[in-house]
C-alpha cells in the first residue's frame, strides 16, 4: 500500500511570505502529526490531528497551524515565514491513537528554505 | 519538563563491531518508547517497547526498557554499512510525543 506522501519535496520561500505544506496518510490512517526537523534542535512536534480535530500542539508560534480534511489529508501552514523556519518538516500518519498503536509511520518531508 | 536524551550524539565504528545506543527519559504519563532508524528523510520504524525487561528483537538489531531506571538500550549487533545513519528514540508521554536528538552512526568499511 501506498506509504504516506508529502508535497512538495523542496520548496524556496522568501521572509514575509506564507506556506503551505500537504501530508496524504496512508489510507485508513485517521492520525496526522507535524514534526520540524533542524540539525540544532533535532526533531520537534508540531501538532497531531485526528478526524479532523487537533488533538495536541506543541510549542510553536501561532504563525504555524494546521487543519485535517475528512478523507484525513492534512495541510500545515506557516505564515509571515522567519529564516529561522528552514528545516524539514516530516508528517507522520497512524491507524489510531492511544496506547497499543505501533508508532507512525513517516513521509519523505518538505525541505523548506527561507532566504 | 519532559525530556529524552540519547548518548553518544555520534559514534564511528568499524564493520563487525556491535554498538550499543542509549535514550534516558523523563517524562510524565509514559505510555512507550520508540526506536526509528532515519538514513536520508523520513524515520523508518524500528521498535515499539512498553514493558520493562523484555527485549525485542529484529535480525541483529535489539532493544529493551527499564522503566525503573528510565533507559532504553539499542544495540546493534555485526554491524554494516547499511546500517550507517541517525537513530531517533522517542517516548509518548500522555498524548505528546517528544524525540531525543538522535545518534549519529556511521560504519566504517
Known amino acids: 500500500k501506498a506509504g504516506v506522501t508529502q508535497t512538495p519535496r523542496y520548496l524556496i520561500k522568501t521572509r514575509g511570505q506564507q506556506v503551505t505544506l500537504s501530508c496524504s496518510p496512508i489510507s485508513g490512517h485517521r492520525s496526522v502529526s507535524w514534526y520540524q526537523q533542524t540539525p540544532g534542535q533535532g526533531l520537534q512536534f508540531l501538532f497531531e490531528y485526528f478526524s479532523e480535530t487537533q488533538r495536541n500542539k506543541g510549542n510553536f508560534p501561532g504563525r504555524f497551524s494546521g487543519r485535517q480534511f475528512s478523507n484525513s489529508r492534512s495541510e500545515m501552514n506557516v505564515s509571515t515565514l522567519e529564516l529561522g523556519d528552514s528545516a524539514l518538516y516530516l508528517c507522520a500518519s497512524s491507524y489510531q491513537v492511544g496506547p497499543g498503536y505501533y508508532g507512525y509511520t513517516f513521509g519523505s518531508g518538505t525541505r523548506l528554505t527561507v532566504v | 519538563e519532559d525530556k529524552v536524551v540519547q548518548s553518544p550524539l555520534s559514534l564511528v565504528v568499524h564493520e563487525g563491531d556491535t554498538v550499543t545506543l542509549n535514550c534516558s527519559y523523563e517524562v510524565t504519563n509514559f505510555r512507550s518508547l520508540l526506536w526509528y532508524k532515519q538514513e536520508k528523510k523520513a524515520p523508518t520504524f524500528l521498535f515499539m517497547l512498553?514493558?520493562?525487561?523484555i527485549e525485542k528483537k529484529s535480525g541483529r538489531l535489539s532493544s529493551i526498557l527499564d522503566k525503573k531506571e528510565l533507559f532504553s538500550i539499542l544495540n546493534i549487533t555485526a554491524t554494516q554499512t547499511g546500517d550507517s545513519a541517525v537513530y531517533l528514540c522517542a517516548v509518548e508521554a500522555g498524548d505528546k510525543i517528544i524525540f531525543g536528538k538522535g545518534t549519529r552512526l556511521h560504519i566504517l568499511p
Open positions: 512498553t514493558s520493562s525487561g
